[in-house]
């Protein structure tokens, strides 16, 4: 399944790196999200990009930055990251209307990062 | 606000056998209720949505879920499973009616198909 698509797969990075996470949507939708994905925890919303404008930002520290330069592309930019931000990180899209319905999300299939 | 639970967070069966992931929500509104599967080093899958139509819904693979408004409940079925079923399995409600909430997801319930 290629809707979409994230790189890298896998990511070990020192605590003073500077890294992007890449995620890219191929099915034309205009939302775009961040996740986190923790062992033994729920999936934990970070960002929603709508029509490229940030509308949610769940507490998420400033050591995680996002960047959507246009609907078909996500980043997030990473640094100074601490151990305990290893975990599996998911970007999803979904074509989004003004109705107040939630419409179906299309996962990535995830960056593994391991932070040292 | 919502929230999800999934109520048993492992689940085994045997190959050929019924399966049965059970899931309550609770919502404000209206809700949208998911139900998403992960493969091991694999993103979320959606196998199947409740939006307000029929309250028995038909997903891919086999599963089904049915609505209970009553109940709360979004219990996951399948008559008899399968080696490929294995892997995690997400309940998410959104409440509907809303804006434009975000999917809120339980903690997953990790199915065993033994042989």
């Known amino acids: 399944e290629t809707g979409v698509t994230q790189t890298p797969r896998h990511l070990v990075m020192g605590m003073t790196n500077k890294k992007s996470l890449k995620c890219e949507q191929h099915?034309?939708?205009?939302?775009m999200y961040w996740y986190k994905q923790s062992a033994k925890k729920p999936l934990e919303l970070m960002f929603v990009?709508?029509?490229?404008?940030?509308?949610e930002n769940n507490s998420v520290p400033s050591r995680f930055s996002p960047e959507c330069p246009n609907s078909s592309h996500l980043f997030l930019h990473l640094h100074t990251l601490q151990p305990e931000d290893s975990a599996l990180y998911l970007c999803?899209?979904?074509?989004?209307?003004?109705?107040?319905?939630?419409?179906?999300?299309?996962f990535g299939p995830g960056t593994r990062l391991l932070v040292l | 606000a919502q929230s999800v639970t999934q109520l048993d967070s492992h689940v085994s069966v045997s190959e050929g056998t019924p399966v049965l992931l059970r899931c309550n929500y609770s919502?404000?509104?209206?809700?949208?209720l998911f139900w998403y599967v992960q493969h091991p080093n694999k993103g979320l899958q959606l196998l199947l949505k409740?939006?307000?139509?029929?309250?028995l819904v038909k997903g891919i693979n086999g599963f089904e879920a049915e609505f209970k408004k009553s109940e709360t409940s979004f219990h996951l079925t399948k008559p008899s499973a399968h080696m490929s079923d294995a892997a995690e399995y997400f309940c998410?409600?959104?409440?509907?009616?809303?804006?434009?909430?975000?999917?809120?997801f339980g903690k997953g319930t990790r199915l065993s198909v033994i042989a």
């Open positions: 999803a899209s979904s074509q989004e209307s003004s109705g107040g319905v939630q419409e179906t999300q299309y």
């Open positions: 099915l034309g939708h205009n939302a």
């Open positions: 990009y709508n029509f490229k404008e940030q509308t």
């Open positions: 919502s404000s509104y209206s809700p949208s």
């Open positions: 409740y939006t307000s139509a029929a309250t």
């Open positions: 998410v409600v959104s409440d509907r009616g809303s804006g434009n909430t975000p999917l809120v």
